[in-house]
T-cell receptor, first 116, second 116 residues
Framework: DVKVTQSSRYLVKRTGEKVFLECVQDMDHENMFWYRQDPGLGLRLIYFSYDVKMKEKGDIPEGYSVSREKKERFSLILESASTNQTSMYLC???????????????FGEGSRLTVL | AQKITQTQPGMFVQEKEAVTLDCTYDTSDPSYGLFWYKQPSSGEMIFLIYQGSYDQQNATEGRYSLNFQKARKSANLVISASQLGDSAMYFCAMREREDSSYKLIFGSGTRLLVRP
């Protein structure tokens, strides 16, 4: 079974703390993504990566950074957590488009972060 | 402007009946893909169905079908013979071919509740 694993299902952090959200996939996918999910807003893309050490900003990158040192691992970093970053964070991966596939995203189970 | 619009924040359906979840999209790219995902209360995003813009026939996957009306830019999900386990959030998403990032753009979602 294909699998995307997020390191923590639930986290509670304090304002100003540095937060690391880890994501690992075992499908040898080139593309990896971090989305944020909020009620009424759907999923919004924070950052994505299409190769090791490559990263590109999504629609809402402010306050976040990412790291992709290995193909299977994509980390989301909140340098100084704030209360407005309380949210569900979803990691996803996909094959590179030209392999003739649909580009379906495979998601992890999500990490619910609360910043106090 | 919203690229993916889901106008139904919540819907009810009686068990064993069919239900249609609405999705409209906005793109000028002639080549694009449309996706539906299901998110149960557990949080994981489950891929349901895919429709390519050049596909001649509407996509079907078991009890799921996609009512694709290209001229109207709509991609409604039809679930036949609803089951209690269909209660979940449903997200419509789009990927544009000209966007080489392979990212999906998501709508705000529809929460479906199946009544026994």
């Amino acid at each position: 079974d294909v699998k995307v694993t997020q390191s923590s299902r639930y986290l509670v952090k304090r304002t100003g703390e540095k937060v690391f959200l880890e994501c690992v996939q075992d499908m040898d996918h080139e593309n990896m993504f971090w989305y944020r999910q909020d009620p009424g807003l759907g999923l919004r893309l924070i950052y994505f990566s299409y190769d090791v050490k490559m990263k590109e900003k999504g629609d809402i990158p402010e306050g976040y950074s990412v790291s992709r040192e290995k193909k299977e691992r994509f980390s989301l970093i909140l340098e100084s957590a704030s209360t407005n970053q309380t949210s569900m964070y979803l990691c996803a991966s996909s094959l590179r488009r030209w392999r003739g596939n649909t580009g379906e995203l495979f998601f992890g189970e999500g990490s619910r972060l609360t910043v106090l | 402007a919203q690229k993916i619009t889901q106008t139904q924040p919540g819907m009810f359906v009686q068990e064993k009946e069919a239900v249609t979840l609405d999705c409209t999209y906005d793109t000028s790219d002639p080549s694009y893909g449309l996706f539906w995902y299901k998110q149960p209360s557990s949080g994981e995003m489950i891929f349901l169905i895919y429709q390519g813009s050049y596909d001649q026939q509407n996509a079907t996957e078991g009890r799921y079908s996609l009512n694709f009306q290209k001229a109207r830019k709509s991609a409604n999900l039809v679930i036949s013979a609803s089951q209690l386990g269909d209660s979940a959030m449903y997200f419509c998403a789009m990927r544009e071919r000209e966007d080489s990032s392979y990212k999906l753009i998501f709508g705000s979602g529809t929460r479906l509740l199946v009544r026994p």
